[in-house]
């Protein structure tokens, strides 16, 4: 955040209440102005030099003088005030002194002894006397507002400026945010950035960190249940394929897969996921020129498999493009469709715009011209819910390395009709039915698309 922009966050109510104080102040100063000439009309009085005002407050119940009176008072108080010759050239006026205020005093005491009417003028200095005593209390009121919403923007907020970058934090001594609560949970953030530089990491759409849980659970496994799945009758063997499958029945039941645990297939990541689909079904379906419909802002993973794949049986690529807020343009989308599109891909949401694109809609309109679709899902999944059934896809990938699980693994999930019909990728142990030295047969899914030990 730069500076500028966190000092506006904390100055904008600031800056309103200072406005309103300040019009307060001034409609203070316009009634102060007004009062005292309304006064002096009505007695008679001609104005008096500026230079009286700050001894007028000494005398708040003084009453107006005569003509006479009034001029002589201010030809005393000038010469009490003037500004002497060295003054004058520093620019600083001269004040007066204790005794000049008590001569002037004095003086007026003199003067109201002369001054007739003077009785009858008490009762409009009264009516002086509280008008601004009001101003001066609302002032008041205006000045502890001010400090009190000063106070609470200082507790409130503060800027931080930490090896030349700056930050917004909000500081509650009740209750503390989500990172203060989870951040313990993960122990790689307890390290540093640099000398003397705690680390803040902000790079999770490209790979989360591992919370103690996960750690302690892969560590747990290692000590206690390490053993290879489905290829022993040992205990240990036993333990290992339980947790595994477990791990798998937990996963269908996150995205709610219509078709349970038979349809999920664990792979090293989204990545090779996405290449599994394309050297399995793509070789198998696609032929020359047909259509392969994914968008600009597509992750690599979710391009250049097609890319290849184009290469090998002469298949069409069709981007879609952007709209004018940065999203997928479902409207741009519709035109490329057609009776030879054979394949839509593209992300949930997007690893650089951060945009959630139209599934549902995509998926409408594919699957009415017979088309496919595979969804990228590497950045819902770990944030939001997500639902395969109700989305309507036909293929969703995933890693486990983004939602704060370890790497080298990710999983397709896949409807079972489509599954079922796609061919091996890779040989091995674990994907075979049966082996004889002159063919083999395959394992129904997903353990046909899972050669040998997982990673």
């Not at 708040?60 to 004058?88: F, I, K």
């Not at 951040?183 to 390290?191: H, S, T, Y």
């Not at 990491?201 to 496994?221: C, E, G, L, R």
């Not at 477990?246 to 269908?252: C, E, F, T, Y």
Request: proline share 6%; net charge neutral.
């Amino acid at each position: 955040m730069e500076p500028t922009e966190g000092a506006c966050h904390v100055q904008r109510p600031l800056k309103k209440c200072i406005q309103a104080v300040s019009a307060v102040v001034l409609l203070g100063a316009c009634v102060a102005q007004v009062l005292p000439q309304r006064s002096t009309a009505a007695h008679n009085v001609p104005d008096v030099a500026p230079h009286t005002s700050m001894l007028a407050l000494q005398h708040v119940n003084a009453p107006p003088l005569t003509d006479h009176a009034a001029t002589a008072t201010a030809a005393g108080l000038r010469s009490r005030l003037r500004p002497s010759a060295s003054n004058r050239l520093s620019g600083r006026a001269s004040m007066a002194s204790p005794s000049s205020v008590r001569n002037s005093a004095d003086l007026w005491k003199e003067t109201k002894l002369q001054t007739p009417g003077f009785a009858s003028a008490q009762k409009d200095t009264g009516v002086r006397s509280t008008t601004w005593a009001g101003v001066s209390a609302l002032i008041g009121l205006c000045s502890a507002l001010l400090g009190y919403a000063l106070g609470r923007t200082r507790a409130s907020r503060k800027l931080h400026d930490h090896a030349g970058r700056w930050s917004l934090a909000t500081v509650s001594a009740e209750q503390g945010s989500l990172a203060d609560k989870v951040r313990d949970d993960f122990p790689l953030l307890k390290e540093e950035a640099y000398p003397s530089t705690p680390l803040v990491y902000f790079d999770s759409a490209a790979t989360s960190q591992k919370p103690q849980v996960v750690i302690d659970a892969m560590d747990n496994y290692y000590r206690t249940q390490n053993s290879n799945v489905h290829r022993g009758v040992h205990a240990m063997a036993a333990k290992a394929t339980d947790a595994y499958e477990g791990a798998r029945a937990k996963l269908a039941a996150f995205i709610k897969a219509p078709g349970g645990v038979s349809e999920i297939v664990f792979t090293r990541g989204a990545t090779e996921a996405i290449n599994l689909v394309a050297q399995t079904w793509g070789l198998q379906e696609m032929k020359e020129g047909d259509e392969i419909i994914v968008s600009v802002m597509e992750h690599h993973a979710n391009l250049v498999p097609w890319q290849m794949l184009q290469e090998r049986t002469g298949c069409v690529l069709k981007f879609v493009q952007l709209d004018a807020n940065q999203g997928y343009d479902l409207a741009h989308f519709r035109t490329l469709l057609s009776d030879r599109t054979k394949l839509v891909a593209l992300p949930h949401v997007s690893n650089t715009l951060g945009c959630i694109c139209p599934v549902k809609e995509v998926v409408e309109a594919a699957h009415a011209v017979g088309a496919c679709v595979l969804l990228d899902a590497c950045q819902s999944v770990p944030h939001m819910p997500v639902d395969v059934g109700d989305l309507g896809v036909d293929w969703l990938v995933a890693s486990g390395h983004k939602m704060c699980g370890p790497t080298g693994i990710g999983f397709l999930w896949g409807r079972y009709s489509i599954l079922e019909k796609m061919p091996p990728w890779q040989g091995g142990g674990e994907m075979i039915d049966e082996v004889f030295l002159d063919h083999s047969t395959w394992a129904p899914a997903p353990g046909r698309f899972e050669a040998g030990t997982p990673a």
